[in-house]
């Protein structure tokens, strides 16, 4: 269906694509990994004709084609759906999925037809699309669906989806399986980009990985396994299994009793919520986003008014509701948020500068406690030994945080909670964004410190990670905790009918 040879691609100094050559069978799911920056966007951006390759050749259907634009694509039965949607908010899917379809012929005239032919194929492929729905009142799921729709009714035969996956919940993940595996019952042909390998594994029939611009494996699905996978990507051996000895658990270091959190509009994110984490353990919290783990979180950080909770959070059995965020942390509190970018890190400063963040105001920073005055030479000593010691690459204290990758940005966030050696930990999607390789050394020092005695009080929306770190394991749902689990034991099949059910 698909054929790249010996494609190369340059940016600047960067070599994207290498003598890339992947071929892709007529009526498969086809899946390309590798980890960020492997250059997988790229090759699939040239056989849609938004990029050309300095060299190489596309053959579609057997034969060598010029694709100078993604309009050559379409017309050759080439869609694709990007990592960010291009709809339009305040038009209808019908008037997004026409508009610059056909130019030249009347839009008025054609939108009838159109949104007739629209739910045709919504029903076809079971894509539950309303052609009459303004696409701002659709979910992100659903607006991915347009995008599909878009394609199919510009007679895609061969979809690439760069990323699909990023934006759904495990449940939309499935559904979204489904819509692919009946594209290829009908013939359609599917190239899916992804760098989770348990997708892989569940969905394509064939694998090709990508690293460091060139194609460095092609495999049947039905006979690699995710650590083969992994090894290609990464290039090294990885461990994907989180190894850990069970957990030697002491007195709670951190109780939550009868919680609310409630926002300044009154909406109630977090419902009476009540539980323990003790020295040495990692309980998990899985969930579907938004089910009030980000202020669960951020109240225990100390970053919500004290007004708009009731309960009590209890650190060594005394009461800190009105404890503020730095004097959480002076009682041994750390927090790794979600949003790194928010509230991890400060992008224009460099990593030295980062890596003090949160005990700037203390020696040895200062030479004096609440000093403004800050000691160049301790900030330089702690910000290398992190960098060290967390394998921040590239190692150099002086570059802006912003210049690093979300891995590397991630382990600097890490390396210095880890440095204040923490009580309690409030960890919150410690991997979003980070390579394999990374995810690997980020798990294993989660594991560290517990086995060191921290508490570690773990969020994420993976529920592998969630099930594989965890020695506990609460499920919640709508703001409260609708069950508990044996992450040892429990199935993501029960983790996740908990997740969307509740109780
Ligand atoms: P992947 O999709 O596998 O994460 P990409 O194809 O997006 O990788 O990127 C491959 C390399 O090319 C990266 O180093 C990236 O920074 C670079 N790159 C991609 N697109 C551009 C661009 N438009 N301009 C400059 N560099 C780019
Ligand atoms: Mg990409």
Redesign the pocket.
């Known amino acids: 269906m698909l054929e790249l040879r010996e494609i190369t691609k340059r940016?600047?100094d960067?070599l994207?694509n290498d003598h890339v050559n992947i071929v892709v069978k007529p009526g498969t799911i086809h899946a390309i990994v590798?980890?960020?920056?492997?250059?997988?966007?790229?090759?699939m951006r040239i056989a849609y004709g938004f990029y050309t390759a300095d060299s190489g050749e596309i053959l579609v259907d057997g034969q060598v084609r010029e694709i100078r634009s993604p309009h050559d694509a379409i017309a050759l039965g080439i869609g694709m759906v990007h990592q960010h949607f291009m709809l339009v908010e305040t038009m209808t899917v019908a008037e997004n999925i026409v508009l610059g379809a056909e130019p030249g012929s009347s839009f008025a005239l054609d939108l009838k037809s159109a949104a007739a032919q629209i739910r045709q194929l919504s029903e076809e492929f079971k894509l539950a699309v309303n052609p009459n729905e303004p696409v701002e009142h659709l979910s992100v799921g659903q607006q991915q669906r347009v995008e599909l729709l878009k394609a199919l009714y510009r007679h895609a035969k061969l979809l690439i989806l760069d990323e699909p996956t990023a934006v759904l919940t495990p449940l939309e993940v499935e559904e979204f399986f489904g819509i692919l595996r009946r594209m290829r019952a009908q013939g359609k042909t599917v190239i899916i980009?992804t760098h989770k390998l348990s997708e892989v594994l569940a969905i394509s029939d064939e694998v090709t990985v990508?690293r460091d611009?060139k194609v460095v494996g092609g495999v049947q699905t039905k006979d690699t396994n995710a650590a083969e996978l992994a090894r290609m990507m990464v290039g090294r051996e990885v461990l994907l299994r989180v190894e850990k000895p069970d957990a030697d658990v002491g007195r709670a270091a951190l109780e939550v009793r009868n919680l609310s959190v409630t926002t300044a509009t009154g909406a109630k994110r977090v419902d009476n919520i009540s539980f323990q984490v003790r020295t040495g353990e990692i309980v998990g919290i899985a969930g579907v986003e938004g089910n009030g783990q980000t202020e669960l979180i951020e109240a225990l950080a100390g970053l919500v008014e004290p007004a708009q909770i009731t309960g009590e959070i209890i650190i060594d059995g005394k009461n800190i509701n009105a404890v503020s965020a730095r004097a959480r942390r002076e009682l041994g509190i750390s927090h790794i948020p979600e949003d790194r970018h928010r509230r991890g890190l400060l992008l224009d400063f460099n990593l030295a500068e980062n890596s003090i963040l949160g005990v700037h105001y203390r020696p040895p920073i200062t030479r004096l406690a609440g000093n403004v005055f800050l000691d160049d030479g301790a900030i330089r000593r702690r910000a290398t030994e992190i960098i060290e010691a967390f394998d921040v690459r590239p190692r150099n204290a002086a570059l802006p945080a912003r210049s690093l990758s979300g891995g590397n940005q991630q382990k600097l966030i890490i390396g210095r909670e880890y440095h204040v050696n923490p009580k309690v930990l409030l960890v919150s999607q410690p991997t979003r964004g980070v390579d394999i390789g990374a995810i690997e050394f980020i798990h294993r020092q989660l594991v560290k410190l517990r086995d060191q005695g921290c508490a570690i009080l773990l969020v994420s929306a993976e529920l592998e990670e969630v099930t594989s770190l965890s020695d506990r394991l609460l499920v919640v749902h709508d703001g409260k905790i609708a069950g508990e689990v044996d992450p040892k034991v429990a199935t993501l099949e029960e983790i996740g009918l908990l997740m969307t059910r509740g109780h």
Not at 35 to 40: F, I, V
């Open positions: 940016f600047g960067v994207a590798g980890e960020n920056g492997a250059g997988k966007s790229t090759a980009i990508m611009g």
